[in-house]
Structure formats: structure tokens, C-alpha cells
């Protein structure tokens, strides 16, 4: 439990689930705690320590997820995810994901997305449930039973809002304004309307001071394609000028456009490797202006550099002799900003074929490791091993004819038996597994891989049934 | 045809008909198999660089494109630079890749959910020049598509090859539809070479060239691709077409 104090009383700041469980309440006075329960664990509150740790939180969510986040209140961090989600496969897995990395380092966090900041503050407060998608629209149905204190509002209006009655959103959203103005200020409808929408509320990105940015402000509103790409890329001169007094190069460039209507949109483009090579990243963000929506014109454009490595500049090697390596990472910078995704095969020590290969950057070091294998190997391999009907000379002959996929081939040549042991170190159910693999041939010429499970005699070993696995060039 | 080699007026309309129909037929820009029964069939003496390549497999082939695969990888191992290979399907087994002598190192994998994906990341590969060889795992390439591609690959020398793979058997026929591509392959599995042993032999394959633009269809036995992505002419098919075909059949 933490304790926050504000003189000399003392209040609860934050509880956990057995606290919860046990009868404490965020904001009861802590000596009633301390009454109620036996051996609770006082903490004292470190505001300015949570208030840095949830900014560093957001600077990192700024680098990983999309441009705009900002801090939302004390407890909170608010991000602008439109346009960002299908870089991670869409809204659910990349919130589901968002929250699992929080728990990773022992955070326990509620995310919700909404249409409305309004409303993904209140929902993802006011609920129990850790991950929470409101389709786009149904906002103003998904927050009408939520308590007034999820609406933002200072606690004295809040407390105001009680003592009249007033428990829900949807009380009071249905309760005439003129009234409520009179008595509680401007603020009550300005929070109601934030939220149901009516009223744009922009999110203010988070800066620090180290953070690369360039801005450009418009004295008359700019509207046409090629006017924003014509300033793009002037920012992107004054970006990269930026960086190269400190050596730095670009990993991930944020732009963000302001509207003259008070909304912002952001473009964001990842680079493989550090770059500051002008054109390259002027055509990286010139490649998805159609995605901005001008509106009634923009009057601000602003780029960051969210992510910054160093960055040296080399010194070419000219020859005439030797060939030139091609650098391939601006292809990969812009097939990755469409969200592609791209991979190298490399080798991994494993003798278990679906385990021996593995995906690797496609910028990473070349090793120029190969597979130690001289057995040929199928070029197509099946996601999951299928079963098939063989008949077999057990122990260690080839099929003498196998159905797959309810065709029946009659086996002509085959090789093997080319035995893989399980790995007990990577699962405890291979501990005594065997797999003896053969290559066979049907009339046609067809070449598959099967193998069977089991060394046909041991059933310890395996279950003796026959698997399909690859396929043959 | 000598009658016209020797007319001048031909031969210079030939001249500029070639002129017209771009940098594809520039000449030593071609990767010959090292075979000359084959490189004789291809205009130019192999295949062109800057051209788009149809491949595609036979029979079962044509949805599995296990042997369609190796045919490719054989011929952009013998490229220099690095490949883009696009698809949707991640089922290559790149132990494979690497025994007909593409090295995983050189391969990049471009895997997109979309067959429109696809046709966009072959596109931009092509246009970007950098790059040994681009190929991608097509089911549909349309007429106006494959134009695209053939422009991009003239544009920036690099071979591009559609390697064409079915869902269903049944599609297939699919394969029949004109696109812009250079040359079109159909790769079968033929029976392997016998070995007087128990065993399987080095595998075979009926390699048809089904299209080749300024060329002759053509039908070949091969030896599948060695380590370092060479072929080889079948024994079987220096007897002639008509018993390279008996013996498949009875092989």
C-alpha cells in the first residue's frame, strides 16, 4: 500500500489486489487502514520518482509504438494509435502485447483504446479487465455507466457532482447543461463533450531536451501534396544538418502535422540502419503523404527524430578492380515502412529440422555459417508434419508404398534411415524421442520426406506412426 | 532465315525493331545454363538479365513448387549480389536452397500477407538495381502487372523471376494466360537417375521452355541443380526427344 501525505494527514495513494481484497480503498485516511488490516506493508508516496518513471515509460513507447504519447495525469500515459496498429497486426495484439511487456517488468497495467482520449481514460480507470477495444463509434454506449470520477474532473467538482445525485456519465451527460455551467463552471461540459467527441482534444507529444526536432510553422495554411513534400524535405535538411553536429543518424522519424483545426496526424519512418542521407529519407516520407488528410490546411509541421544511433561517416573505397557492394538497406528501409516483413535464413545448432533454421535481421552480420548436413534436404517443408498410411518393413526400411492426402503412391526408391534424436534440453517430452527420417520416390518421381516417429522397435522412443514432412525439388 | 541476313533493308528494320523493344536483347547480358543445348534455344545465349522469367512447377509441382524452387535458386545462385525473394507462404527450407548453391546469406526474405503485397515489394526490388536477382512467389500475374515488371527489370538490369504457384491443381491452367515475361518455364519431376544401388540418384527434371520471346519452345531432361547451382543435360535426352520421352516412362 502506498501513503501519500499531504501535511499531516495521510491518505492511500495506491493499493495492490490483496489490499483490495482485504477492504482498502484508494483515498481512505491510511490509519483506518492500518485499523482494518493486520501487517499491512506501508510504502510513502514518491511522486516526482513515479512522475519520471511513467515519462520514461512513455519515451519508450514513443520510440516503439506510434509518434504521439503523451502523459496522461499522474497514473497514465496516452498515445494516438490510428495508423500505428497494423505495424503489430492490429489493435487487440498490439494493446494485449503493450500490457504483457509492462508485466514482463512487473507492471500492472489496464489498457483500453477508445474513438476519444475521454473515454479510453475512463474505461481503461473505471474497469477490471486489463485489455479493452471499444469498436470505433460505440463510445458514447461504452462510458454511459461509468462513475462522474473517471470524467477528469477537479475532486471538488466530482464530490459537487455527488452530493446532487449525480453517479454516472450518462446521468449526467442527459442532465441540461445551462444549469450545471451556472454552478460548476465551464468545465463539466468541456470534459463531457472531450469525451463523447464533440470537442477535438489534441495530445501534445512528449519531448526531451534531447530529443532531434525540427519545426516549421506556416503563416497561411498549406493544403496541396506537393507543398507539404516541398517542405518535408526542406525539414528533412534541417533534421539531418541537426544531426550531424552531433554524429547521430536516423532510426525512426516521426512527423507530425498540425491542422488548423486543432488535430494532429503523424507519419512515422523506420530505417534499418542509422542514416542521414537526404533524399533517402525524404523519399521514405514522401512515400505515404497520400495518409495525411490536409483538412481545412496545415499550419505546422514538425519532425523528430524519436530514435538517433550514432552515425559515422565512411570513407568509400574506390576501385576499378574490385566489385562494388551494393547497400541494400534504403530497399529494406522502404519496403519496411509498408509494413512488410523481412528476414534472413540463418543456421541455428539443432538437429531437429523445423528447429535448425532461423529468421535473423535482415541487416545483420553475414556469418557464413552452413548447415553441416550432406544429406539432401526437401526445398519445401510442410508447417506441420502430416500423417500418412505406410506400409513398412520395420525396423529400418523405407516405405513400401504410403497414402497422403488420400492419394495412394507406390514407393519405387528410397534412402535412409537418417536418425534425429529429441532434444530433452529443449523439451522434456524428447527426452527419449527418435525420429528416423527417409527420403522416397514414387513412380511418378515425386520425392518426399517422411519420417517416422519412434526407432520401430522402442515404443518408449515414439509412437511409431508415419509423418510427411518435406517435399523434393 | 540467310535470305534476310543478307538483305540490308531487313536487317536494319531488324536493327531497329530491337532498338524499339529496349535493353532486354542488349547483348552479353544474358546468364547462360553453361549447356549448349540449352543456351542455343535462348536468344542471346541464356537468359536475359533485365527481363522478367516465368517458372512454374508441373503435375503436382504446380502447387507444391518444390522443384519450380531449386530450378530458381540454381539460377540466381549464379548471379552476383544480393536476392530478394518475395512470398507469402514461408515454407522454403533453406537447407535446400543452400545445397543447390544459393547461400542463406545472400537470400533476403520479403514475407507479406498479401498477393498484391507481393507484386508491389517484386516491383520496388527490381527498380531498386542493387540486387543479383529478385523473385517472387506469384499465384495471379496479370497482363498489365507483368508489363510492369518487365519495364522495371529493363529499367534496372536486374533479373526477376515470377515463380508461379498454384493454390489448387486446378489453377493451373492458369499458366496459359499471356504475360509479359521473357521466357516461361514449366519444371516437372521425373523419375531419378538410377544408381546401382538401393537408393535415390540425383534428381531429374523435364524442363519446358513453354515461351521465349524472339525464340523456340523447347523441351529439356536435366539433372537438378549441383551445389553450385549448375544443371545438367539428362544422359537420357541426347538420344533424341522421342526416346527421352519412352524413358520416362518407364524409368
Not at chain 1, 189 to 213: N, W
Not at chain 1, 313 to 331: A, G, M, N, W
Not at chain 1, 459 to 470: D, E, I, R
Request: charged share 25%; with cysteine; net charge neutral.
Amino acid at each position: 500500500m502506498v501513503v501519500a501525505r499531504s501535511g499531516s494527514k495521510r491518505t492511500v495513494a495506491a493499493i495492490d489486489a490483496a489490499a483490495f481484497k482485504a477492504g482498502a480503498r484508494i483515498g481512505m485516511p491510511a490509519a483506518k487502514a492500518q485499523a482494518m488490516i493486520s501487517g499491512l506493508h506501508l510504502v510513502d508516496a514518491d511522486r516526482q520518482g513515479d512522475a519520471s518513471a511513467i515519462e520514461r515509460l512513455a519515451l519508450w513507447m514513443l520510440r516503439q509504438y506510434t509518434p504521439v504519447v503523451a502523459m496522461d495525469g499522474r497514473d497514465g500515459i496516452v498515445m494516438d494509435t490510428e495508423g500505428a496498429d497494423h505495424l503489430r497486426g492490429g489493435e487487440l495484439p498490439m494493446l494485449t502485447g503493450l500490457v504483457n511487456a509492462l508485466r514482463g517488468h512487473g507492471l500492472q497495467a489496464r489498457g483500453a483504446i477508445a474513438d476519444t482520449w475521454g473515454s479510453a481514460h475512463a474505461i481503461a480507470r473505471a474497469t477490471r479487465r486489463e485489455v479493452i477495444i471499444v469498436p470505433v463509434g460505440e463510445t458514447a454506449k461504452a462510458v454511459v455507466n461509468l462513475p462522474i470520477s473517471s470524467l477528469r474532473l477537479p475532486s471538488e467538482i466530482v464530490s459537487g457532482l455527488a452530493v446532487l445525485g449525480f453517479r454516472t456519465v450518462g446521468e449526467l451527460s442527459a442532465t441540461p447543461r445551462a444549469p450545471l455551467t451556472l454552478r460548476f463552471g465551464p468545465e463539466v461540459g468541456r470534459r463531457l463533450d472531450q469525451m463523447f467527441g464533440r470537442v477535438v482534444e489534441p495530445i501534445d507529444p512528449i519531448r526531451t531536451a534531447e530529443l532531434v526536432e525540427v519545426v516549421r510553422s506556416f503563416s497561411e495554411p498549406i493544403g496541396a501534396a506537393e507543398t507539404i513534400a516541398k517542405y518535408i524535405g526542406k525539414l528533412v535538411v534541417e533534421l539531418c544538418a541537426a544531426l550531424e553536429t552531433r554524429a547521430q543518424g536516423v532510426r525512426r522519424a516521426d512527423l507530425i502535422v498540425y491542422r488548423v483545426d486543432n488535430t494532429l496526424q503523424s507519419l512515422r519512418a523506420g530505417t534499418a540502419k542509422p542514416v542521414r542521407d537526404i533524399p533517402h529519407l525524404t523519399k521514405l516520407l514522401c512515400s505515404s503523404i497520400e495518409k495525411i488528410d490536409p483538412g481545412f490546411g496545415i499550419e505546422k509541421l514538425s519532425l523528430a527524430a524519436t530514435m538517433i544511433e550514432p552515425f559515422e561517416e565512411k570513407q568509400s573505397i574506390s576501385s576499378l578492380v574490385e566489385e562494388t557492394i551494393v547497400d541494400v538497406t534504403p530497399l529494406l528501409d522502404s519496403l519496411g515502412n509498408r509494413g512488410q516483413r523481412m528476414y534472413r535464413l540463418a543456421p541455428v545448432e539443432s538437429d531437429v529440422p523445423e528447429r535448425n533454421v532461423g529468421r535473423v535481421s535482415p541487416v545483420s552480420a553475414k556469418l557464413g555459417q552452413a548447415w553441416p548436413t550432406r544429406w539432401p534436404r526437401p526445398s519445401r517443408m510442410l508447417a506441420h508434419p502430416e500423417r500418412i498410411q505406410v506400409i513398412a518393413l520395420t525396423p529400418d526400411h523405407p516405405p513400401a508404398s504410403m497414402t497422403w492426402r488420400g492419394k495412394r503412391r507406390r514407393i519405387k526408391r528410397g534412402d535412409g534411415p537418417e536418425r534425429v534424436f529429441g532434444e530433452w534440453w529443449v523439451r522434456s517430452s524428447e527426452m527419449e524421442a527418435v525420429r528416423d527420417y527417409y527420403s522416397v520416390e514414387d513412380e511418378d518421381g515425386n520425392r518426399f520426406w517422411v519420417y517416422r516417429s519412434g526407432d520401430g522397435v522402442d515404443p518408449t522412443t515414439g509412437t511409431a506412426k508415419w509423418f510427411l514432412h518435406g517435399i523434393y525439388g | 532465315m540467310p535470305i534476310t541476313a543478307a538483305n540490308p533493308v531487313i536487317s536494319e528494320l531488324q536493327d531497329r525493331i530491337r532498338r524499339l523493344e529496349g535493353g532486354a536483347a542488349r547483348k552479353g547480358e544474358v546468364l547462360s545454363f553453361g549447356i549448349a543445348e540449352i543456351d542455343a534455344k535462348l536468344p542471346g545465349g541464356g537468359l536475359a538479365r533485365g527481363a522478367l522469367h516465368e517458372v512454374a512447377g508441373g503435375g503436382a509441382d504446380a502447387v507444391h513448387g518444390a522443384a519450380a524452387a531449386l530450378f530458381v535458386a540454381g539460377i540466381v545462385a549464379r548471379t552476383k549480389g544480393d536476392v530478394l525473394w518475395c512470398l507469402t507462404r514461408p515454407d522454403l527450407f533453406a537447407p535446400a536452397l543452400a545445397q543447390a548453391g544459393l547461400h542463406h546469406d545472400r537470400v533476403i526474405y520479403v514475407e507479406a500477407d498479401r498477393e498484391e503485397d507481393v507484386l508491389t515489394n517484386f516491383e520496388e526490388g527490381l527498380r531498386f538495381g542493387g540486387l543479383g536477382a529478385v523473385v517472387a512467389e506469384l499465384v495471379r500475374l496479370p497482363m498489365t502487372a507483368s508489363r510492369r515488371l518487365q519495364l522495371a527489370a529493363e529499367a534496372s538490369g536486374t533479373i526477376g523471376i515470377a515463380l508461379r504457384r498454384w493454390r489448387r491443381p486446378t489453377e493451373a491452367a492458369d499458366f496459359g494466360q499471356p504475360t509479359a515475361a521473357t521466357t516461361r518455364w514449366r519444371i516437372s519431376v521425373l523419375p531419378s537417375e538410377p544408381l546401382p544401388v538401393p537408393g535415390i540418384g540425383r534428381a531429374r527434371w523435364l524442363a519446358e521452355l513453354i515461351r521465349a520471346r524472339a525464340g523456340e519452345a523447347a523441351e529439356f531432361e536435366i539433372g537438378a541443380c549441383d551445389a553450385t547451382g549448375r544443371i545438367s543435360l539428362s544422359p537420357h535426352a541426347r538420344d533424341g526427344q522421342d526416346q527421352a520421352r519412352r524413358s520416362r516412362n518407364f524409368a
